[in-house]
């Protein structure tokens, strides 16, 4: 059994080096940026009851989900349009599937900063191109509330440009209204959540903390996952010098959130129940740490395939991105089913 979960793990990295490795290659000319018009009417990459559905499609589960995926556009411009591509299909099956049954999920298309725009667009550009992206997150949020959610509680599941998303859907839109009352947790994966050092709440969000128990509801979990020492240039775990949009924190006054979901309220190290192609992997073990000034989740262990010899891809300092949430779904998982039960009561 042990030797099938390696060869599962073996496939699966072949396949995302595969992917990386093309995608890396996509320098190519500097189109205009799209509009930034407002959104017109959403379009769902995942929807509960959906034929189809990359994500799962249940509809028993006791809360939602609302699921914003990573930079995975291979579109040739620097904004993508709103067509439900396989690069979507692929990572929604990949990173929001596993939590159906555990929640309903909904997933919006939007107009993300694609792959492309990594490698051709300076960090200020990229931020202000995601603000197109931001419009259809925001509208699709809305159209949820408005006519999906019924009272239901929700999870806020995103990973690197969709963790950006719902960090600034949850300060700005949901901390200063009624929706916060339906929160029962954001897992906001990949995306440097930033909070005063030594502190659980107050970068970021002034209403949301960490979460630091199991069952815990109406709090964060954020990490990145690192399978070496992060460089000093690491693209995680670092708090940036220039905020994410005006008025957020920024600076060394400032950590990046770290919060182990196998080990709340702790740095020590715990085992991971990771899902690699679609399969339990217990072979790992994690721990949140501050090396280099990064705060990040070391991954260790791994026997025969070791977390140092996972592949870094796009680049060395971007430590184990790709695998920021299959890594630690099972916990993920888990975490979520406690917290869902916990609102419920």
């Known amino acids: ?39 017109p009417e959403t379009v769902w990459l995942c929807r509960p009851g959906a034929a189809g559905d990359p994500c799962g499609g249940g509809t028993g589960a006791p809360v939602d989900c609302f699921y914003v995926y990573p930079t995975i556009s291979a579109q040739l411009g620097d904004v993508a349009d709103r067509t439900v591509g396989g690069e979507q299909i692929g990572i929604a099956g990949l990173q929001a ?24 667009l300076s960090p200020q550009d990229r931020a202000r191109s995601q603000q197109v992206g931001y419009s259809d997150v925001l509208a699709a949020w809305d159209d949820y509330m408005a006519h999906h959610n019924n009272g239901r509680g929700v999870v806020l599941i995103g990973h690197s440009q969709g963790t950006g998303m719902l960090r600034v859907l949850l300060r700005e839109r949901i901390e200063p209204t009624a929706d916060h009352d339906r929160l029962v947790s954001a897992l906001l994966i990949g995306g440097n959540v930033l909070v005063p050092k030594g502190k659980v709440v107050g970068g970021d969000f002034a209403r949301t903390p960490a979460c630091t128990s ?54 020590r190290s715990a085992q ?45 300092n971007w430590g184990l991105h790709l695998w920021d949430v299959n890594v630690v779904a099972g916990d993920l998982i888990e975490l979520v089913r406690a917290q869902s039960k916990a609102f419920g009561h």
Request: contains cysteine.
């Open 1 to 39: 059994m042990r030797r099938y979960h390696l060869r599962m793990i073996a496939a699966a990295l072949k396949r995302l080096v595969l992917v990386g490795t093309c995608l890396a290659a996509l320098i190519l000319g500097l189109p205009a940026l799209a509009s930034g018009q407002p959104a």
């Open 97 to 120: 599937s596993p939590f159906d049954g555990v929640c309903n999920i909904w997933a919006p298309i939007y107009r993300q900063a694609t792959l492309k725009s990594i490698f051709t």
């Open 214 to 267: 199991w069952g815990q509801i109406g709090c964060v979990i954020g990490y990145s996952a690192y399978g070496v020492t992060p460089p000093p240039d690491a693209r995680f775990g670092l708090s940036p010098a220039t905020p994410l949009r005006p008025g957020y924190p920024a600076g060394p006054d400032y950590e990046v959130l770290c919060t182990n979901p196998a080990a709340l309220g702790s740095d």
């Open 272 to 316: 991971l129940h990771s899902l690699i192609g679609g399969r339990p992997v217990d072979a790992y073990s994690g721990r949140c740490t501050t090396t280099n000034g990064a705060r990040v989740l070391m991954v260790e262990g791994g026997g025969s395939l070791p977390a140092s010899a996972l592949p870094a891809v796009p680049m060395a």
